[in-house]
């Protein structure tokens, strides 16, 4: 990122609005600041239009904290509840259309390796589960076989929450939702497994109730990404609004699933990748 | 990479020395790139166009490209250019016929995000039942994309629109997609003259940091989008926003007008607009016109022929025009629907001098003879 982009004109100073100042001031751009600074500088979301309690909004502010360097980080997501949040982030973001999000950024990030070349420029998709494992499956996976040197984000909030409560892959089993009257007749798919098989070098799962992890599992992703192959994290983030539980709710449910097992927080790291973190690793616990 | 000098595009287009080379439209398709200065190509097979994408892939190898793959489906190939355009770059593929339909989506995307994307559209019927022939009702569906579209008479046209398509298509004010149709196999598949300008020429880059849009790169200003979006609220400047967002985009369209003016030398051709009667056509349907319209000059008919190069943006006031003296307008099609009769119709005054047809589609080529009875009935 050129040092002027985020900079205000002289004499316009007075205009800007306070959020935009402040993230002149106080922005996580060119610093080292992470999920435990949370509090202390201007995040890169402003004020989520998401519902009370969203788990994904949590997860997404979570994300955004975790980017190892978003002065050169360029988001592409996909339609959905996330879409609406994504106006509001300070990185440029693309939405184009609903499902495609991994072919956009497949052209996107070889485009940015031919202009920079010698500058790092993270591509990363996030978008929803219904954008992931249903509408735009063969895009993800295509971009994987392809082995794109970019990581995709699933905010796994296991329905299609915008369009009011659809059943999706990822619901689980036997879940009644819109367009599932009789419950889900099939299980939850398995999109981590699928990526490893697909190519990706690194995968994991978690939720926003462990937010060092979290953060550690993204900065892992995108740093994977950019050296060794495609990356894939699953964010475990369920609705409070579909699934009818209160705002208060959420990380609750997500320790509950934990505990019947429905859902796990897990990694899987290729050999290669695994080099590759232990010397990067190694490297910073020596710093 | 293969060095080659940037030239301006007037010295590309109309000054450099052209040399005579016998090919096929799919080889104009590989000679106009070579001279594009394209970044980053993707390409995906289907019949007539593969042999283009192919030989751009060949061209590639050789190093007049910087990047080039296959995708995995022309919607995603269509999203994948879009990626790169919006990083900054400049972008090229192809498709044709079921292809096109299969990507359809991303075409008012394309225009909406603005992306100055050249694509050849490389025609055929749609299915069902299953066609790979020549046919060109895929336009029909394309003229309200939003995306600015030439259509090529020959191999040469294909080569000449593709290069002045990047150059338009960049043009600040301009900044928006287009398509260079050609009929399949018909162009695609045939061989004749093309005059070329030397290959070691080429077109200047693409300047992201002129476009006017921000290129995704965070490069670029504004990083911040917006405080309190627009997008999807129920309200009316939500409503306002995006009215006047497309209304942009018509409006660009009709910026392009003096580049194509300038460039294509015209939106249309017209051979002896005196006559009473007119023959208007686009794409290879001229050809076959052209040797009615010869014929008939020959027998005595007062006959003329109007080819239009341009149908985003539409010679309106041309059209208009050279109805107004004319007795009767052919529309000869090489589709089911007379998508072209529809524009003409919409175009001019008086609405009963245009009579549709002859049409012929699912692969079936227009014998100029066809052409011929219709001049003959309508002089009579």
């Known amino acids: ?287 | 990479m293969v060095n080659q000098r940037v030239v301006t595009p007037e010295h590309l287009f109309f000054e450099a020395q052209r040399e005579k080379q016998f090919i096929t439209g799919s080889e104009a398709v590989r000679e106009a790139i070579r001279r594009a200065n394209v970044d980053l190509a993707v390409s995906y097979p289907i019949t007539p166009q593969s042999e283009s994408m192919h030989l751009v892939g060949d061209i590639y190898a050789e190093g007049y490209l910087k990047e080039y793959f296959r995708g995995e489906s022309e919607l995603a190939v269509m999203a994948e250019v879009a990626g790169a355009s919006m990083g900054g770059v400049r972008v090229f593929t192809a498709t044709g016929g079921p292809g096109t339909l299969r990507a359809f989506e991303m075409f008012p995307a394309w225009a909406g995000a603005r992306l100055p994307i050249v694509c050849a559209f490389l025609t055929r019927g749609v299915n069902s039942p299953l066609s790979i022939q020549p046919d060109t009702i895929e336009m029909a569906f394309m003229l309200d994309t939003g995306i600015l579209m030439f259509h090529a008479e020959s191999a040469q046209d294909l080569y000449d629109m593709i290069l002045k398509a990047f150059v338009i298509a960049e043009r600040p004010d301009v900044h928006l997609p287009v398509g260079v149709f050609a009929d399949g196999f018909f162009v695609t598949h045939t061989r004749e003259q093309v005059a070329v300008a030397p290959a070691d020429l080429k077109l200047p880059p693409y300047d992201p940091y002129a476009a006017p849009v921000p290129a995704m790169d965070m490069e670029s200003a504004p990083v911040r989008q917006m405080r309190d979006p627009f997008v999807m609220k129920s309200n009316f400047i939500s409503y306002a926003a995006h009215a006047s967002w497309q209304q942009e985009i018509l409006a660009a369209q009709e910026r392009a007008r003096k580049y194509v003016h300038r460039y294509l030398e015209g939106l249309v051709e017209v051979e002896h607009p005196e006559a009473a009667v007119l023959v208007m056509a686009s794409g290879t349907m001229v050809s076959q016109s052209r040797e009615a319209v010869a014929v008939a000059r020959q027998q005595g008919l007062d006959i003329g022929l109007v080819k239009i190069k341009s149908l985003r943006p539409f010679p309106r006031e041309e059209i208009k025009t050279l109805a107004r003296q004319a007795r009767t307008i052919i529309v000869p099609e090489y589709n089911r629907v007379g998508w072209l009769c529809r524009e003409i119709k919409a175009a001019v005054e008086d609405t009963t001098k245009v009579v549709g047809g002859p049409r012929v589609f699912g692969g079936m080529t227009m014998p100029p003879e066809v052409v011929l009875d219709q001049i003959r009935r309508c002089c009579a």
């Open chain 1, 1 to 287: 990122m050129s040092e002027s982009l985020f900079r205000i004109s002289p004499g316009f100073e007075e205009v800007m609005p306070v959020e935009y100042r402040e993230l002149v001031t106080n922005g996580p751009c060119g610093r080292e600041v992470g999920v435990s600074d949370l509090g202390t500088f201007k995040e890169l979301i402003e004020e989520h239009p998401l519902c009370a309690g969203c788990n994904m909004g949590l997860a997404l502010r979570l994300i955004l904290a975790s980017l190892p360097k978003p002065e050169d980080t360029v988001i592409v997501g996909s339609t959905g509840c996330s879409s609406l949040a994504f106006t509001q982030v300070a990185v440029h973001n693309i939405h184009s259309l609903f499902g495609n999000q991994n072919a956009v950024a497949s052209g996107l990030k070889r485009a940015l390796r031919l202009r920079f070349p010698d500058k790092v420029k993270d591509v990363v998709v996030i978008a929803g589960d219904g954008a992931t494992v249903d509408i735009g499956l063969d895009m993800v996976m295509q971009s994987w076989f392809r082995r794109e040197r970019i990581t995709t984000i699933m905010l796994d909030n296991e329905v299609y929450a915008n369009t009011g409560g659809q059943e999706s892959g990822m619901s689980p089993q036997g879940t009644v939702l819109n367009m599932a009257p009789l419950g889900k007749r099939f299980p939850k798919v398995a999109l981590p497994e699928i990526a490893r098989e697909a190519g990706c070098a690194y995968v994991a799962t978690i939720s926003p109730a462990q937010p060092k992890r979290l953060e550690r599992m993204v900065r892992r992703a995108i740093l994977t990404a950019r050296e060794v192959g495609p990356t894939y994290v699953q964010i475990f983030c369920p609705c409070p609004t579909n699934f009818k539980f209160r705002p208060n709710e959420g990380l609750q449910k997500i320790k509950q699933r934990q505990k019947e097992g429905t859902f796990q927080v897990r990694e899987y790291v290729s050999p290669e990748a695994q080099a590759f973190l232990a010397e990067l690793e190694g490297a910073d616990h020596e710093k």
